[in-house]
């Protein structure tokens, strides 16, 4: 079997390998902003899914099934997402992580632009959600590509010792784009005057409104784009490619050298997908659904203002989730938060069943604050540290593929089908089971950690890093 060629003087070297000249204020704001703007487009979409998209795409008398109609498209991003991974994952690791991160952006913000100009339903029939999950596979190819080159730009650049708490700032992004993507549907439903409780058709909200949030993407696409043309090469990638560590298919020799990593990441990534979607997805849909169909039926707009409010807690711990991880290492750390998620998930009954929590104007809101508040915390807790974690359990020049593949081959365990097994299970058994199902996924998530070796003091530019490989010439 070839070896990887180590420093071979042969190999021209880039000048000031050992030197990195972007300011780190730009690094943050690149990984941040794109982040944001990658999770917002997302988001809209998730929101759309909900409140939108069964009325105006999926009509049908029957409202439980519309809804899982709509849930469904939903689900095709994640089916997209490891393709994304695989095509993006490829190129990041053959050419750089800065090409392939405006490629990643630029896919993902075309497709929610075409998506508020499709005709629907009324319009032009099954073409109509046809179109939609098209698009819907178009974004899932993107964000299968943005994570892990934001996740790579940041750690990648860590001063050290303290790589968790750069590599929480594309986390960040998660929460920014959620508040950003469904503070604008909130402003839409009140200017617009719409009720999600008793919807009008004809009404400017489904009208037109709801295409809004979705063409706002344009604008901000550009700025991601902007900043991150200023952007350089990670000299962790540059110094790898200098000793001849390049290969000609990553997505083969990650699955040759690193499959164990490629499990260990996906199933470590499980309980904080499943917990994101229920906190984001499903439980908009349990919250507003109809009373007769086992739900609680609150209003579309107090319930999001509750969200929105919950939404500030996920993103204020996901810094602490940095600066522990750092502090204690990321297994130890992610054993107690991921203990802690499935303890959360008993309690879901004792929160959300209708007869305790009430229904309708009689709803506890309070109680329901508190509940989207300690989920919320709990997701940024274990959320803020998987761009340390994954990245490092694979080599520099597979680094790209394999963090991407983990991630988003998890995204399809735990949050494709996550807001659909959890709306059939309130029909079929009640929302305890709910956390049933999330404190599941939670025990598969321990039993890979526990099966993890610490990476907190791992140098990702080890020359004991890299498997035995077969090098093509850096160029």
Known sequence: MSTVTRHDPAVEQPKNLDEHHVPRSRIIVASLVGTSIEFYDFYVYA?????????????????????????????????????GSVVFGHFGDRTGRKATLLGSLLTMGIATVLIGLLPTYAQI?????????????????????????????????????????AAMWPQLGAPIGFFFANGFFLLLTIWMGHDSTNPAHDGAFLTWGWRLPFLASAVIVVLGMYVRLKLEETPVFARSVARGEKVKTPLATVFRTSWRQLLQGTFIMLATYTLFYLFTTWILSYAIGAVENGMLGIGYRDFLVLQLAAILFFAAFVPVS??????????????????????FGLTFNMFLSPAVMGTGQDANMGLLLLFLVIGMTLMGLTFGVQSAILPELFPTNVRYTGSAIAYNFSSILGAAVAPFIAAWLVQSYGVGWVGVYLGAMAVLTLVALFTTKETRDKDLDGLDDAPALEPTTAR
């Open 125 to 165: 029939g099954l073409w109509a959600p046809a179109m939609l999950a098209i698009m819907r596979f178009c974004q899932g190819l993107g964000l299968g590509g943005e994570w892990s080159g934001a996740a790579l730009l940041a750690t990648e650049t860590a001063e050290k010792g303290k790589r968790a708490r």
């Open 322 to 343: 940095g600066r522990l991880a750092d502090k204690v290492g990321r297994k130890p750390f992610l054993i107690v938060v991921t203990t802690l998620i499935l303890l």
């Open 47 to 83: 929101t759309a899914a909900i409140s939108v998209f069964p009325l105006l795409f999926f009509p049908t008398s029957d409202a439980g099934g519309a809804l899982l109609a709509s849930l469904a498209t939903f689900g095709v991003a994640f089916v997209a997402r490891p393709i």
